[in-house]
Each structure stands twice: as structure tokens, then as C-alpha cells.
């Protein structure tokens, strides 16, 4: 399940806030989108569970309280709430939120736009980032990080499987080949 390295005009246009923030000097790269993804990813396996169960516990305990709760069942419906948001509410605005993600790299800056009642724009400087990290599978899709390097005290706890900041393009085609753009541009502008 390759892609292609650029997307024509058609499928993927840079959103207009990122556009008309591009200083003078600065061209775009590279415009891409997070390709799709599984429904659950690996961290899911420990939280869906857990909120299964933290629903259920508090049906329960709404249940043995027996037929005159009182109080107790307008107290409980945030619980089964969160709950229910933890198993399933994480999971579908995970993915309507990758459905409106476009990101982007310049010579400059790399971008995440993500459109919503209001455009989100976070922007990293290129020029700032000591390091790039990728993480690709075979068919070249993957997550490139943006960030500063991982100490070895974090590479001991995680064992370096998780990239260690919030700056990410996750799940990209060809991310060495953009990872490779984005090394260049923060070299070249030094």
C-alpha cells in the first residue's frame, strides 16, 4: 500500500491560513495528509478494556443500589460517560480528527492544520530542531517526529518504541523521503 511522494492539486491543497502565513522567501515542499490507519492502535489495547470496565463497575454499582437510587444515578452518568468515552469516544475522534489533518513542510517550517469550526494551525520551526526521528514500516508509510534527541534515560524506559514528542506527521508516505526534505531545508537555513 505505497503513495506517492506529492499529491496533485486536485486531492490535497494547502490550507488558505498556511498559505497566506508563508513569509516572502518560503516555498513549500511538501503537502501531505495521514494515510489511513487501523482502528485500534497498540495503546488501545490497555485503555478500551480498562473503560469497559470502569463503565460497567458503575452500572453495577447502580444496579445494587436497588430501585430507589435517589441521588446516586445522576452522580453515576458522568462516570458511565467517561467510561464509554475512554472505550469508544477516543477512538472516533481520533479518527475525525486525522480525516481533517493536512500537513505540510516548507523551507522553513513543517505545519499541522487541522480544520474544525475553527482552523488549527501548529507550526515548528526547522530551523530550531536538533534532530528528525522516523519510525517506517516496509511499504515506506510511518510517523516522522519533530523535537530534540531522546536521552538515553527515556530510550531505557520506552526502549525508544515511542517517539518522544507531540510534533508529528503520523502515519506518511514515503517518510524517509520527507524526512529527507525536512533535514535539508533546516540545514539549508542555517
Not at 515542499?29 to 488501545?44: C, I, K, T
Not at 473503560?51 to 463497575?57: C, D, E, K, N, V
Not at 475522534?93 to 475553527?118: D, E, K, M
Not at 488549527?120 to 516522522?144: H, M, N, Q, Y
Request: one cysteine or more; charged letters at 20%; hydrophobic letters at 45%.
Amino acid at each position: 500500500m505505497g503513495g506517492s511522494l506529492t499529491q496533485s492539486a486536485e486531492e490535497l491543497v494547502l490550507p488558505p491560513a498556511i498559505q497566506a502565513g508563508l513569509f516572502g522567501d518560503e516555498r513549500v515542499l511538501w503537502v501531505g495528509r495521514p494515510g489511513p490507519s487501523p482502528l485500534l492502535e497498540p495503546f488501545d489495547a490497555l485503555i478500551v478494556p480498562w473503560g469497559l470496565m470502569w463503565a460497567a463497575f458503575t452500572c453495577l454499582i447502580v444496579w445494587f443500589v436497588g430501585p430507589d437510587p435517589g441521588f446516586f444515578v445522576p452522580v453515576s452518568i458522568p462516570f458511565v460517560l467517561i467510561g464509554l468515552y475512554l472505550s469508544f469516544g477516543r477512538i472516533l475522534l481520533r479518527r475525525s480528527r486525522r480525516g481533517r489533518t493536512t500537513y505540510a513542510v516548507t523551507t522553513r517550517r513543517a505545519f499541522i492544520a487541522i480544520s474544525a469550526r475553527r482552523e488549527v494551525i501548529r507550526e515548528f520551526d526547522l530551523r530550531r530542531s536538533p534532530s528528525l526521528e522516523s519510525r517506517a514500516r516496509a511499504d515506506g508509510w510511518g510517523t516522522l517526529a519533530f523535537g530534540v534527541p531522546m536521552t538515553p534515560v527515556y530510550q531505557r524506559v520506552w526502549g525508544g518504541a515511542a517517539l518522544h514528542t507531540d510534533f508529528t506527521f503520523d502515519n506518511i508516505a514515503n517518510v524517509n523521503e520527507v524526512k529527507a526534505m525536512a533535514s535539508s531545508a533546516h540545514f539549508d537555513q542555517r
